[in-house]
């Protein structure tokens, strides 16, 4: 009982922040599509993010689950993007036009901001403790096939609204999960954190390096 207290306790220690790294407290984030990096966030102008059904807040490790998140767009986000130069469109209906009406290609390795309004869609997983150089689990960091993993990609139309991916993670300690998506020249990512622990049933205290800057 002991054990399980403490264990409870740790979990919630670790999972207790609320904000990513912007002060507003929301889950999600936006980036320029060149040059991305921990600070130079961007207003997402009226895209939104958010977990329909998101990772769990434990998860034993090699244990497949799924997330399913939303992207949404409100008027004012295609008259933010062309004035922003995030879509090559003259005006917000032909952007809107674009996103809720032109197929993308059926290869998501084909899909292109030219060519598809979602162009990129998956899962990052960033094991915190093994993130050498700290900071957050951006989506401008590779897929090193050890530490850092990265789901298939998917493609679609800004209409489909949900978005749907199984994950496994390996890692044990706490991990940052975001959903990554491209839109024009825009990164957009939502996050959470799930605490791995050892199939075998073994609590493990890790060093863990979590992000403490919220602030751009």
Same mark, same amino acid.
């Given at each position: 009982?002991?054990?399980?207290?403490?264990?409870?306790?740790?979990?919630?220690?670790?999972?207790?922040?609320?904000?990513?790294?912007?002060?507003?407290?929301?889950?999600?984030?936006?980036?320029?599509?060149?040059?991305?990096?921990?600070?130079?966030?961007?207003?997402?102008?009226?895209?939104?993010?958010?977990?329909?059904?998101?990772?769990?807040?434990?998860?034993?490790?090699?244990?497949?689950?799924?997330?399913?998140?939303?992207?949404?767009?409100?008027?004012?986000?295609?008259?933010?993007?062309?004035?922003?130069?995030?879509?090559?469109?003259?005006?917000?209906?032909?952007?809107?036009?674009?996103?809720?009406?032109?197929?993308?290609?059926?290869?998501?390795?084909?899909?292109?901001?030219?060519?598809?309004?979602?162009?990129?869609?998956?899962?990052?997983?960033?094991?915190?403790?093994?993130?050498?150089?700290?900071?957050?689990?951006?989506?401008?960091?590779?897929?090193?096939?050890?530490?850092?993993?990265?789901?298939?990609?998917?493609?679609?139309?800004?209409?489909?609204?949900?978005?749907?991916?199984? #994950?496994?993670?390996?890692?044990?300690?706490?991990?940052?999960?975001?959903?990554?998506?491209?839109?024009?020249?825009?990164?957009?990512?939502?996050?959470?954190?799930?605490?791995?622990?050892?199939?075998?049933?073994?609590?493990?205290?890790?060093?863990?390096?979590?992000?403490? #800057?919220?602030?751009?």
């Amino acid at each position: 009982m002991a054990l399980r207290t403490a264990t409870s306790f740790y979990l919630c220690f670790l999972l207790g922040v609320n904000c990513w790294h912007d002060l507003d407290n929301t889950e999600y984030d936006c980036w320029p599509l060149n040059g991305p990096n921990d600070y130079n966030m961007i207003s997402c102008g009226g895209l939104e993010m958010a977990w329909v059904q998101r990772p769990p807040e434990k998860i034993s490790n090699g244990e497949e689950f799924n997330v399913s998140y939303t992207v949404t767009a409100s008027d004012s986000f295609y008259e933010y993007a062309v004035r922003n130069k995030i879509f090559q469109f003259s005006n917000a209906s032909e952007a809107k036009r674009f996103c809720h009406e032109h197929d993308c290609p059926a290869n998501w390795n084909n899909a292109n901001d030219m060519n598809c309004c979602v162009y990129h869609a998956n899962i990052h997983s960033c094991p915190l403790g093994l993130m050498k150089e700290g900071g957050i689990c951006g989506p401008w960091i590779p897929d090193d096939g050890k530490i850092v993993t990265h789901t298939v990609s998917q493609a679609g139309k800004m209409s489909q609204k949900y978005w749907n991916s199984k #994950v496994v993670l390996i890692h044990v300690g706490v991990t940052s999960v975001i959903a990554h998506v491209k839109i024009g020249e825009m990164h957009a990512a939502l996050e959470s954190k799930v605490l791995v622990v050892s199939a075998q049933g073994q609590f493990l205290f890790v060093d863990i390096l979590i992000p403490t #800057v919220c602030s751009k």
